[in-house]
Structures are given as structure tokens and as C-alpha cells.
């Protein structure tokens, strides 16, 4: 699968985050600051995993059609993903 810049750009954001928090942790910030940060890098993480879930299963599904084949196994595995995520 090809990661286009979208994908990239949303795993180099939620990257930041992550230092966000470990420069709170250093300056000794507020708990309730600390676990909303946390609380919004987990939800640009949930994000992307679904972009990129869905990004692959439309590719998959798109070739199967054109193969010729079903497509429920593939769309069964996304969901798994999907739920495994959480």
C-alpha cells in the first residue's frame, strides 16, 4: 500500500503531540492539561487508523471487483482492524 502525504502528515502531527506531552511531563503541567493532550494525540491516532483502513480496503475492493472475486472477506478484515484498534 502506498501512504500518500494525507496519512503522513497526520502521523507527523499526532508525533508532535506526543513531544507535547513529554515537554508537559517536564515542566511538571497540570494533570488535567496532560490527559486532554493525551485524550487529543489518541484521537489523531484513531483517525488515521481509520483513513488509512479505509484508504486500503477501497484499493483491495476496487481490485477484487476488477478480478472479478468477493469482496466480504476483505471488508470482514477491515472491520476486524478496526475494532482491534480500539
Do not use: F, P
Amino acid at each position: 500500500m502506498k501512504y500518500n502525504d494525507q496519512m503522513k502528515n497526520r502521523v507527523k502531527r499526532v508525533e508532535g503531540q506526543v513531544r507535547a506531552l513529554l515537554r508537559m511531563m517536564e515542566e511538571e503541567k497540570d494533570c488535567k492539561d496532560l490527559v486532554a493532550q493525551m485524550s487529543a494525540a489518541r484521537n489523531a491516532l484513531d483517525r488515521t487508523i481509520g483513513l488509512v483502513v479505509s484508504t486500503n480496503l477501497e484499493q483491495c475492493v476496487r481490485d477484487q471487483i476488477n478480478k472479478g472475486e468477493d469482496t466480504e472477506e476483505l471488508i470482514q478484515e477491515a472491520v476486524n482492524l478496526l475494532v482491534k484498534s480500539r
